[in-house]
């Protein structure tokens, strides 16, 4: 249950153009959010921001009211415990199995090997990948992996829920299903924000729409960030 | 809100949970030390072979320390009588030697209990019995005032050198001086020896771990996604560090028991012509563990070394 603030923020890379620009946008807490917009668009460098991997080059970004821009190093790691985040390159460990990889995040949070497994377990049942347990990532298709960071996303119960693109290798039915799953966690609490260019599906769903074109919001149905960017003052 | 109290909930990692980390660390470092065995192997010895030769400096040092303190209280001389010389001569002589103005004590040692002396060494006893008459000449130790200065003594001494009787008088402070400036010496030696060879240890061990490190760069960088902090990253790196030194204070280990038992028989039979028995220093246990534990302390630096230095490296994504 956290609240997330954007504060015009802007980020520039090292000998690229503005990946984002000045954008404010607010997500109250216990939202679901719809992240959209053409590739480049910007939607990966704005979850990167959130998870502390990058810093924006201007502007604040609060998460309950903290900025986390100004968090310091050694409280970032508390910080990402409550994040649960789905990558669009998935991150997964190659070396490891389905289960040791959902498992980390509880191993990180430092919790018993026998509420480790129900908890994996529990998550890896929702993406549908429990016989699945013991098979080394490699050996998983591009979808079941997507599934595995997803269960590996949720398995700690994050307060904030950020993925990037978690249906993009999936068939409609399974993105469909993991949706849901992204909806069932915001029911109970959990702000959720999901990159995801599948417009179709995005708007089935029925969540709020925030879209980045080349760095700026152009279109979000809070429609104040909307205003202020046709105004020309953004 | 200030920053100082985060809205989120703290992560409180209760001590079990720390306890279980580590148990699970050690196993997954053993199992990562021995599916690289042969690398691991290769730098046990080199660390091995870094720490044996001061560590057996020191092994060397303690030695004469121990050797040259049990004369160190002496202000003495040791006349030795000619074999077969008659008691009633030595008698005479001894008499002589006790009224003399700077002599404290004199204590005479007859051929029995010289050989009793020898009786705990098997080997010289064993040697001893191929004889059939006992070889060892009676002697006298001579204790003189303690103010004597060295040269004054071994005039003292010398004197009475020039009687029928005596095959030989030995002034063991004066070798013990010697001695002394050599222990000073080696002791110098161990610790320059010491500092060179520990760094080497480090070094080696930080570049091992940092070759560890470098094959589990995406483990890291997952592990610091999902919240992991710097001290649970690179705590399995700490335990390689320490398996590394551990391991190369067990290959020096081997090599100074080994030199040890090459040793103790020359050595035992060269101070036995001084008429002393000497144990060699450095098979107790302390040693050993002592050595271990420098082992590992070298062992976990390197690792810290090697892993503070890269983790700063990694930026994620
Ligand atoms: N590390 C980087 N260095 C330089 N430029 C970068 C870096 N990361 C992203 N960019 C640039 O920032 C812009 C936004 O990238 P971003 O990955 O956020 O887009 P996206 O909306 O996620 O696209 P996609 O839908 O393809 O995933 C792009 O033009 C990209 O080239
Ligand atoms: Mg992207």
């Given at each position: 249950?956290?609240k997330?603030?954007?504060q015009?923020?802007?980020?520039r890379?090292?000998g690229?153009?503005?990946?984002?620009?000045?954008?404010s946008?607010?997500?109250p807490?216990?939202?679901m959010t719809?992240l959209?917009?053409?590739?480049g668009?910007?939607?990966?460098t704005?979850?990167r921001?959130?998870?502390?991997t990058e810093?924006?080059?201007?502007g604040?970004?609060?998460v309950?009211d903290v900025?986390?821009?100004?968090?310091?190093?050694r409280?970032?790691?508390?910080?990402?415990?409550?994040?649960?985040?789905?990558?669009?390159?998935?991150?997964?460990?190659?070396e490891r199995s389905?289960?040791?990889?959902?498992?980390?995040?509880l191993k990180?949070a430092?919790m018993?090997?026998q509420?480790?497994?129900r908890r994996?377990r529990?998550a890896l049942?929702?993406?549908?990948?429990l016989?699945?347990?013991?098979l080394?990532?490699?050996?998983?298709?591009t979808?079941?992996?997507?599934?595995?960071?997803?269960a590996?996303a949720?398995?700690?119960?994050p307060?904030?829920?950020?993925?990037d693109?978690p249906?993009?290798?999936?068939?409609?039915?399974l993105?469909?299903?993991?949706?849901?799953?992204?909806?069932?966690?915001?029911?109970?609490?959990?702000?959720?924000?999901?990159?995801?260019?599948?417009r179709?599906l995005?708007?089935a769903?029925?969540?709020?729409?925030?879209?980045?074109?080349s760095?700026?919001v152009?279109?979000?149905?809070d429609?104040?960030?909307l205003d202020?960017?046709k105004?020309g003052s953004? | 809100m200030?920053?100082?109290?985060?809205p989120?909930p703290?992560?409180?990692?209760?001590?079990?949970?720390?306890?279980?980390?580590h148990?699970?660390?050690i196993?997954?470092?053993?199992r990562?030390t021995?599916?690289?065995?042969g690398?691991?192997?290769?730098v046990?010895?080199?660390?091995?072979?870094?720490m044996s030769?001061?560590?057996?400096?020191?092994l060397?040092e303690?030695?004469?320390e121990?050797?040259?303190?049990?004369?160190?209280s002496?202000?003495?001389?040791s006349?030795y009588?000619k074999?077969?010389?008659s008691e009633?001569?030595?008698?005479?002589?001894?008499?002589?030697?006790?009224?003399?103005?700077?002599?404290?004590?004199?204590?005479?040692?007859?051929?029995?209990?010289?050989?009793?002396e020898?009786s705990?060494y098997?080997v010289?006893?064993?040697?001893?019995?191929l004889?059939?008459s006992?070889?060892?000449?009676a002697s006298?130790r001579?204790?003189v005032?303690?103010?004597?200065?060295?040269k004054?003594?071994?005039d003292?001494?010398?004197?009475?050198?020039?009687?029928?009787?005596?095959?030989?008088?030995?002034v063991?402070r004066?070798?013990?001086?010697?001695?002394?400036a050599?222990?000073?010496f080696?002791?110098r030696?161990?610790?320059?020896?010491?500092?060179?060879?520990g760094?080497?240890a480090?070094l080696?061990?930080?570049?091992?771990?940092?070759?560890a490190?470098?094959?589990?760069?995406?483990?890291?960088?997952?592990l610091?996604?999902?919240g992991?902090?710097?001290a649970?990253?690179?705590r399995?790196?700490?335990?390689?560090?320490?398996i590394?030194?551990?391991?190369?204070?067990l290959?020096a280990?081997?090599?100074?028991?080994?030199?040890?038992i090459l040793l103790?028989?020359?050595?035992?039979?060269l101070?036995?012509?001084y008429?002393?028995?000497?144990?060699?220093?450095?098979?107790?246990p302390?040693f050993?563990?002592g050595?271990?534990l420098?082992g590992v302390?070298?062992?976990v630096i390197?690792g810290?070394?090697?892993?503070?230095q890269?983790?700063r490296e990694?930026?994620?994504?």
């Amino acid at each position: 249950m956290s609240k997330i603030e954007f504060q015009r923020v802007t980020k520039r890379f090292q000998g690229g153009g503005e990946a984002l620009k000045d954008v404010s946008v607010v997500f109250p807490e216990g939202t679901m959010t719809f992240l959209t917009g053409h590739s480049g668009a910007g939607k990966s460098t704005f979850l990167r921001l959130l998870l502390r991997t990058e810093s924006p080059t201007r502007g604040q970004i609060f998460v309950n009211d903290v900025n986390i821009v100004k968090l310091p190093v050694r409280k970032i790691p508390a910080y990402r415990q409550n994040l649960g985040a789905v990558f669009q390159d998935h991150h997964l460990l190659s070396e490891r199995s389905v289960y040791e990889n959902v498992a980390l995040p509880l191993k990180v949070a430092g919790m018993r090997e026998q509420d480790v497994a129900r908890r994996v377990r529990a998550a890896l049942s929702r993406v549908g990948l429990l016989e699945k347990e013991r098979l080394g990532t490699r050996a998983l298709s591009t979808g079941e992996r997507q599934r595995v960071g997803i269960a590996r996303a949720v398995v700690n119960r994050p307060k904030v829920l950020l993925a990037d693109e978690p249906t993009g290798n999936l068939d409609p039915d399974l993105s469909r299903d993991i949706m849901t799953l992204f909806e069932q966690f915001n029911q109970v609490g959990t702000t959720v924000i999901v990159a995801s260019h599948d417009r179709e599906l995005i708007d089935a769903m029925g969540f709020r729409i925030v879209e980045l074109a080349s760095g700026g919001v152009i279109c979000d149905d809070d429609s104040t960030n909307l205003d202020k960017w046709k105004d020309g003052s953004v | 809100m200030a920053a100082s109290n985060e809205p989120w909930p703290r992560s409180k990692r209760p001590i079990a949970a720390t306890f279980r980390d580590h148990v699970s660390v050690i196993r997954d470092s053993v199992r990562f030390t021995s599916r690289r065995f042969g690398t691991s192997l290769l730098v046990w010895l080199l660390i091995g072979t870094a720490m044996s030769l001061p560590a057996g400096l020191y092994l060397i040092e303690r030695n004469i320390e121990v050797i040259s303190r049990q004369w160190d209280s002496l202000n003495s001389f040791s006349v030795y009588f000619k074999v077969g010389a008659s008691e009633g001569d030595i008698n005479e002589l001894v008499q002589q030697i006790r009224s003399h103005s700077d002599v404290v004590t004199v204590t005479t040692v007859t051929p029995e209990e010289a050989l009793n002396e020898f009786s705990s060494y098997k080997v010289i006893m064993d040697a001893m019995t191929l004889l059939e008459s006992n070889p060892l000449p009676a002697s006298a130790r001579v204790a003189v005032d303690d103010q004597l200065s060295l040269k004054r003594l071994s005039d003292v001494a010398l004197q009475f050198g020039e009687l029928g009787v005596v095959d030989e008088i030995v002034v063991e402070r004066a070798w013990l001086q010697r001695l002394q400036a050599i222990d000073e010496f080696i002791s110098r030696l161990g610790w320059v020896l010491g500092v060179l060879f520990g760094a080497g240890a480090v070094l080696i061990t930080a570049a091992s771990v940092r070759l560890a490190l470098e094959l589990r760069l995406e483990e890291i960088k997952v592990l610091k996604l999902v919240g992991a902090t710097n001290a649970f990253i690179t705590r399995p790196f700490l335990y390689s560090g320490a398996i590394y030194g551990l391991g190369g204070a067990l290959v020096a280990a081997m090599v100074l028991s080994a030199a040890l038992i090459l040793l103790e028989a020359p050595l035992g039979a060269l101070w036995s012509s001084y008429g002393q028995m000497v144990n060699l220093q450095g098979d107790e246990p302390a040693f050993y563990f002592g050595l271990g534990l420098v082992g590992v302390i070298l062992g976990v630096i390197g690792g810290l070394v090697a892993s503070n230095q890269r983790l700063r490296e990694i930026n994620i994504d």
